[in-house]
């Protein structure tokens, strides 16, 4: 089903499939038809699996920083790993980067402490939250995979297209 052409040329298709497949890593889950359900679900396990392989791919390395008084200290940096590194590059390119939104009766201040030094926060909700998750569950029941869910909704009203939703579990 990954290879269907879903009515659309395949430029359309790629773009359509990246947004709605950048949709469910960022929200959870995404309305869609069947036959989209399918494609999202392959794309996203195998972007996921791609995470998963590569979270713990930390490197840690000291630098000499001048602090206000023009002292230098040594302060250890995590950076990414290789494997890491290329991880997140592929992810990159392939991901729409979705932006953190304020929260209801959020003040500006404390949205500005939440979201400093986090550039792409899709992917570091994927490295972060699900990665670990999903690692910790692969060691648990020993099987990789079925990170996602299709739960069929019924026909749509008008063209009576079968709906579904995609979830991640």
Do not use: C
């Amino acid at each position: 089903m990954a290879n269907a052409k879903l009515g659309r040329p395949s430029k359309e298709k790629n773009s359509m499939l990246r947004g709605l497949v950048s949709d469910l890593l960022w929200f959870g889950k995404v309305e869609t038809t069947l036959a989209k359900a399918k494609a999202v679900r392959s794309q996203a396990e195998k972007i996921l699996t791609l995470a998963i392989n590569s979270y713990e791919d930390i490197v840690k390395v000291s630098k000499d920083i001048k602090d206000e008084k023009g002292v230098k200290v040594k302060k250890t940096v995590s950076n990414d790993g290789p494997k890491k590194l290329q991880a997140r590059r592929a992810m990159m390119a392939y991901l729409m980067d979705r932006q953190e939104q304020r929260k209801p009766k959020e003040s500006l201040q404390a949205f500005e402490a939440r979201t400093q030094g986090i550039n792409h926060p899709l992917l570091e909700k994927i490295f972060n939250l699900y990665a670990p998750k999903y690692a910790a569950r692969i060691k648990e029941v020993g099987q990789g995979g079925g990170y996602t869910r299709i739960v069929k909704l019924g026909q749509r009203r008008g063209d009576s297209a079968e709906m579904a939703l995609v979830e991640l579990i």
